[in-house]
């Protein structure tokens, strides 16, 4: 079993920076691809990035590209998920997730993931 817990949500303007994080006390988080979903409200869920279990390999969508960098530290069992420049329609209930997964790609499909956060708010305001 493995708990996710993500920080590091809140309340900005268009064009500030936030940093999430999202932490987890298992010991096998370096075996684990790692991703950042939202969900906004009456929208389905979103993926808006992926690492590999090293961190070598990074995945975006179009919609954050450039803007979001996700990371790990495998050494403090953490990802984060920088994101800058952020607009009103980034706003949502930003997600971690966790796919066993030691190959070089990640998924973007959220049914590959087994573990998950309970969720942060980030609100941007125009």
């Known amino acids: 079993q493995m708990q996710l817990v993500e920080s590091g949500g809140g309340l900005v303007r268009t064009g500030d920076s936030l940093r999430l994080s999202c932490a987890t006390s298992?010991?096998?988080?370096?075996?684990?691809?790692m991703a950042w979903f939202r969900q906004a409200p009456g929208k389905e869920r979103e993926f808006v990035a992926g690492?590999?279990?090293?961190?070598?390999?990074?995945y975006y969508p179009d919609s954050v590209k450039g803007r979001f960098t996700i990371s790990r530290d495998n050494a403090k069992n953490t990802v984060y998920l920088q994101m800058n420049s952020l607009k009103p329609e980034d706003t949502a209930v930003y997600y971690c997730a966790a796919d066993l997964n030691l190959g070089m790609i990640v998924s973007s499909t959220s049914d590959e993931y087994t573990y998950w956060g309970q969720g942060t708010q980030v609100t941007v305001s125009s």
């Open positions: 690492i590999t279990w090293s961190g070598d390999n990074t």
């Open positions: 298992a010991r096998t988080f370096s075996r684990y691809a």
